[in-house]
């Protein structure tokens, strides 16, 4: 949501990052599918990617699988990575996604995600 749904905003992740590591939270996972690694096309624009790259080194960043078949692009559902992991690890979910699909999925799945999702709002790059 930081670059207005017109642009996949790289800065927008690393300010969510550096708002709860300013907080003492240090155990912090962001999962992005692995086709952002790639250069953008004209119609699906991204800024400052190299940030990705940092927070990867950085083990704060881990990118969901992705592959080409027949010249089409095959993402894994990326949402079950995010819930599956929050949920071993006793932790929260960042996001603006309800996640309806996964909650009648797994019954502790569904009172998990209603207890544990934190969605947000940027205003400009104030998180």
Request: hydrophobic share 35%; with cysteine; aromatic share 12%.
């Amino acid at each position: 949501s930081h670059g207005n749904k017109e642009v996949f905003s790289c800065r927008g992740i690393l300010l969510a990052v550096q708002w709860f590591w300013d907080r003492g939270h240090k155990d912090i996972t962001v999962f992005v599918p692995s086709w952002r690694k790639e250069q953008p096309r004209p119609d699906v624009l991204i800024t400052d990617q190299y940030i990705l790259r940092e927070l990867e080194k950085k083990k704060i960043l881990v990118f969901t699988p992705s592959r080409r078949v027949g010249g089409k692009r095959v993402v894994c559902y990326d949402d079950r990575f995010i819930v599956k992991l929050a949920h071993e690890s006793d932790g929260i979910v960042v996001s603006n996604d309800t996640y309806r699909d996964l909650q009648n999925e797994r019954p502790e799945w569904k009172k998990f995600i209603e207890e544990r999702l934190l969605m947000y709002s940027f205003v400009n790059d104030k998180y």
